[in-house]
C-alpha cells in the first residue's frame, strides 16, 4: 500500500542552524510530493509541491525541497532556521484511486527552535 | 481573497450526538476535501465533492456524510458520535480534480466528545 513516512517525530535545532525534515514514500509510480506545516491551532498551509521536471523545488518561507527517486525520499530543507518556523510539518503524496485523487499524509514532524 | 473558511471553529457534544460542520472554498474552486486529523497524527482522508458529486470515500463508517452546494459549500455531518471522533476537522479545496491542482486547507474545527 502507498505510504508516506516521516522518520522524526520531534527535531530541534537552534535558531539560525540549517534543518533537514525527512520524507519517504512508497508508491508505484511518480507521485505528486507536498509539504505542509501547521501551526498550532491553524490549518495546514502549503510550503512547496513537486510534480515533474527539476528535482530541487523551491516554496515560500525560505524553504526547498529534494526529490530523490532513487531514495523514494523527498527532504525538506532550510538553511537557517528562524524562531517562527516552530510547527509541525506534514509530508504529503498524491494518489489517485476510484476515481478521486486523495492526499495521504505522514504523521508529521514537530519542529522546536531554541533561541 | 478569502482562504477556506471553516465553521464553528471549536464544539463540543457528547456521546449519541450528531453534528454538522461547514466549509467554503476558495472562491472560484470546485472541489472539497474533508479530512480528520486526530491529535499526533497526520490527517485522514474522509472525502472529496466536485460539482455537488461525491468523488471519493475514505475508510470512515457510513455515520459520516457529506453534500455539497450549487455555490460549492460544503457540510460534513456525523452520527451518533462517539469518544473516537474527537479531532480536528480539515476543509480543503481546490480548483478542479486533479493532483496538479493543490488543495488549499481551512483552519479547521475542532470536535471535542464528552
Known amino acids: 500500500a502507498q505510504s508516506v513516512t516521516q522518520p522524526d517525530i520531534h527535531i530541534t535545532v537552534s535558531e539560525g542552524a540549517s534543518l533537514e525534515l525527512r520524507c519517504n514514500y512508497s508508491?508505484?509510480?511518480?507521485?505528486?510530493l507536498f509539504w505542509y506545516v501547521q501551526s498550532p491551532g491553524q490549518g495546514l498551509q502549503l510550503l512547496l509541491k513537486?510534480?515533474?521536471?527539476?528535482?530541487l523545488v523551491q516554496g515560500i518561507k525560505g524553504f526547498e525541497a529534494e526529490f530523490k527517486r532513487s531514495q523514494s525520499s523527498f527532504n525538506l530543507r532550510k538553511p537557517s532556521v528562524h524562531w517562527s518556523d516552530a510547527a509541525e510539518y506534514f509530508c504529503?503524496?498524491?494518489?489517485?484511486?476510484?476515481?478521486?485523487?486523495?492526499?495521504?499524509f505522514g504523521t508529521g514532524t514537530r519542529l522546536k527552535v531554541l533561541a | 481573497d478569502a482562504g477556506v473558511t471553516q465553521s464553528p471553529t471549536h464544539l463540543i457534544k457528547t456521546r449519541g450526538q450528531q453534528v454538522t460542520l461547514r466549509c467554503s472554498p476558495i472562491?472560484?474552486?470546485?472541489?472539497v476535501s474533508w479530512y480528520q486529523q486526530v491529535l499526533g497524527q497526520g490527517p485522514q482522508f474522509i472525502f472529496q465533492?466536485?460539482?455537488?458529486?461525491?468523488?471519493g470515500r475514505g475508510n470512515f463508517p457510513d455515520r459520516f456524510s457529506a453534500r455539497q452546494f450549487p455555490n460549492y459549500s460544503s457540510e460534513l455531518n456525523v452520527n451518533a458520535l462517539l469518544l473516537g471522533d474527537s479531532a480536528l476537522y480539515l476543509c480543503?479545496?481546490?480548483?478542479?480534480?486533479?493532483?496538479?491542482?493543490?488543495?488549499?486547507f481551512g483552519d479547521g474545527t475542532r470536535l471535542s466528545i464528552l
Open positions: 480543503a479545496s481546490s480548483s478542479g480534480l486533479y493532483s496538479n491542482q493543490p488543495q488549499h
Open positions: 508508491y508505484g509510480a511518480t507521485p505528486y
Open positions: 513537486y510534480f515533474s521536471g527539476d528535482t
Open positions: 504529503a503524496v498524491d494518489r489517485y484511486e476510484s476515481g478521486t485523487y486523495k492526499y495521504i
Open positions: 472562491s472560484g474552486h470546485k472541489s
Open positions: 465533492y466536485y460539482e455537488k458529486e461525491e468523488r
